[in-house]
C-alpha cells in the first residue's frame, strides 16, 4: 500500500470542451467549475465525463466548446442533495493539470488507476447473450481522512475473479472513465433517460499477498483505491453507509 495517498487515485484523459464551464460551488475564496470533456473511444463511439476544474489553475474562459484538452487529475465522488431531500451519489474528474494541445491525436487518452477497498458486496450475474458482468463499489482514500466511493464494472474473466471478491478485500484496478445511458422508470409510470458514470475494468489485482486476475484484453477497464494504514475498516464501514446511499442512484 502506498503512503503517498495521492498515488491511490491517478486519472488521465484527453478529448474536446463539449459544454461550456458552469460555476458550482466555492471553497475558502477558490471557485470550482463543472464542464463535460467529449473523449472517443477505440470503437469509435464515445464517453462524456464530467470535469471539475478551479479558477486559481486556468482562466475558465479558455474552456471553449470544442477546445481540445489534455487533463490530469483524479476520477472523485461527492454527495449531492437534490430536491426533497434525496442524496445522490456524483462523480467527476477532479482536475489538477490542465493543457491545451495544438496537435490532435488520432485516438484520445482515458485512463485511471487506483488502490481501494471493495465497500458494498460484489453482483455478478450474465447477459442474455452470456456475457459475464459484475459491479462493485471502490473505496479510495484521500487526503484530509477524505474518501471516494467508485462504481466500478468488469466483464469476462475478470467478472468472474470480482464475483468472488468480499466486501474489504483490498485491489489495485486499472481501467478508463465510462458514461452509459440508461432509463430510468419511476413509482408513476413515467421514464427518464439518465447517464451513469462509473469505471470500466480492464486488470484488477487482490493485494496484501491475495491472488492476481489477468488481463480483461478487449473487455472494458477501471480504478480503485486503498485506505491508509488502520483505517480500512473504519473506510469500508463509511462506505458500506454511502453504498446504500447511492444504491441505484448513482449519477441517477
Known amino acids: 500500500?502506498?503512503?503517498?495517498?495521492?498515488?491511490?487515485?491517478?486519472?488521465?484523459?484527453?478529448?474536446?470542451?463539449?459544454t461550456a464551464p458552469v460555476f458550482?460551488?466555492?471553497?475558502?475564496g477558490e471557485g470550482f467549475y463543472s464542464f463535460i470533456v467529449r473523449t472517443r473511444r477505440l470503437s469509435e463511439s464515445f464517453d462524456l465525463i464530467p470535469a471539475t476544474v478551479?479558477?486559481?489553475?486556468?482562466?475558465?474562459?479558455e474552456l471553449k466548446k470544442g477546445r481540445f484538452v489534455a487533463v490530469d487529475g483524479q476520477f472523485?465522488?461527492?454527495n449531492s442533495v437534490l430536491a426533497g431531500g434525496q442524496v445522490?451519489?456524483?462523480?467527476?474528474?477532479?482536475?489538477?493539470?490542465?493543457?491545451?494541445?495544438?496537435?490532435?491525436p488520432d485516438t484520445?487518452?482515458?485512463?485511471?488507476?487506483m488502490n481501494g477497498f471493495i465497500c458494498k458486496p460484489p453482483v455478478y450475474r450474465t447477459t442474455p447473450f452470456n456475457r459475464e458482468i459484475s459491479d462493485f463499489l471502490l473505496a479510495v482514500n484521500r487526503s484530509y481522512n477524505k474518501s471516494d466511493y467508485l462504481p466500478c464494472i468488469c466483464w469476462g474473466r475478470n467478472a468472474r475473479f470480482c464475483g468472488k471478491r468480499k466486501v474489504g478485500d483490498h485491489v489495485k484496478v486499472i481501467g478508463r472513465m465510462q458514461s452509459r445511458v440508461y432509463q430510468k422508470r419511476y413509482p408513476d409510470g413515467?421514464?427518464?433517460?439518465?447517464?451513469?458514470?462509473?469505471?470500466?475494468?480492464?486488470?484488477?489485482?487482490?493485494?496484501?499477498?491475495?491472488?492476481t486476475s489477468v488481463s480483461a484484453g478487449a473487455a472494458g477497464n477501471i480504478s480503485a483505491a486503498v485506505p491508509a494504514e488502520g483505517q480500512g475498516q473504519a473506510a469500508v464501514r463509511?462506505?458500506?453507509?454511502?453504498a446504500k446511499e447511492a444504491e441505484g442512484n448513482v449519477n441517477g
Open 88 to 104: 445522490k451519489l456524483t462523480l467527476t474528474l477532479f482536475v489538477q493539470e490542465i493543457r491545451f494541445p495544438d496537435t490532435v
Open 190 to 211: 413515467t421514464v427518464a433517460e439518465r447517464t451513469a458514470y462509473e469505471v470500466s475494468v480492464s486488470k484488477i489485482e487482490l493485494l496484501d499477498g491475495g491472488q
Open 238 to 242: 463509511d462506505t458500506v453507509s454511502a
Open 24 to 28: 458550482s460551488h466555492e471553497v475558502y
Open 54 to 61: 478551479s479558477d486559481r489553475l486556468i482562466d475558465i474562459g
Open 108 to 113: 484520445d487518452v482515458d485512463s485511471v488507476e
Open 1 to 18: 500500500m502506498t503512503g503517498n495517498q495521492s498515488e491511490n487515485n491517478v486519472a488521465q484523459l484527453t478529448g474536446t470542451v463539449e
Open 76 to 78: 472523485r465522488s461527492y
